[in-house]
């Protein structure tokens, strides 16, 4: 049993990897400025900002994962950076591994290149995208933090939900696609994803993308 902190967790993705991980007998910490709608089962609510980490106390303490499913949107659309920086140069010596939720343009559309987002990405999603751009380099620049960084399927979000199908590829740096070139992935898989390499890493320090 692993100790998993869930920065964001009342958000779309943190919630659902908050759940699974709930569901396979972790010990689960949401940390959220907000309540959530509602209690998962397993799933210790810690309210407060990732910005104040000392107002947080001890909540990191003996954690083997802390994952931080931040989104640059309202009041977040400028810290996200900030955030992850806090976090970085708190877990940095530690043997706690960092995992940050990013987006899909950041991910190759083939080996060696290019990203989705040079390739026509929509003008509306380029802020989100550049901050996830900008999360991973800052992860690539550490020396001494155990990390790993996960972008989704080109499709991913409460609005295309999908189901809870147990499987998923794992396609390295690229963005996974289906045989007809969709490229999707449920917030239940794609928790499963984050929750099988935090129990049984395959990207230390690297990222990796996830869809069918």
């Known amino acids: ?18 759940r699974e991980a709930a569901a396979r007998g972790n010990e689960v910490v949401v940390i959220s400025r907000n309540a959530p709608d509602a209690l998962v089962d397993g799933v210790q609510y810690v309210q407060g900002s990732v910005l104040d980490l000392d107002s947080l106390g001890d909540v990191f303490d003996r954690a083997d994962a802390v994952v931080s499913s931040l989104s640059p949107r309202g009041d977040m659309t400028d810290k996200v950076l900030d955030a992850l920086r806090g976090l970085i140069e708190k877990l940095s010596g530690t043997t706690t591994r960092l995992g940050v939720v990013g ?15 040079d390739t026509g990405f929509p003008e509306e999603y380029k802020h989100e995208a550049q901050v996830g751009i900008d999360s991973l380099e800052l992860l ?6 155990d990390w790993f960084f996960i972008h989704p399927a080109e499709v991913f979000g409460p609005w295309a939900e999908g189901e809870r199908t147990g499987s998923y590829r794992d396609g390295g740096d690229v963005l996974v696609r289906a045989a ?32 069918y």
């Not at 950041?106 to 060696?112: E, F, K, T, Y």
């Not at 690539?140 to 933090?145: A, C, E, M, S, V």
């Not at 969709?182 to 869809?211: K, Y």
Request: glycine share 18%.
């Open 140 to 145: 690539q620049g550490t020396d001494d933090l």
């Open 1 to 18: 049993m692993a100790r998993i902190v869930v920065i964001g967790g009342t958000g779309y993705a943190g919630a659902h990897i908050a």
């Open 103 to 117: 987006g899909a343009g950041g991910s190759l559309v083939a080996p060696g290149g290019p990203r989705l987002f």
């Open 180 to 211: 007809d070139g969709s490229s999707t992935i449920s917030g239940a898989d794609f928790a499963i994803a984050v929750i099988d390499e935090i129990e049984a890493p395959q990207h230390r320090r690297d990222r990796f993308a996830v869809g």
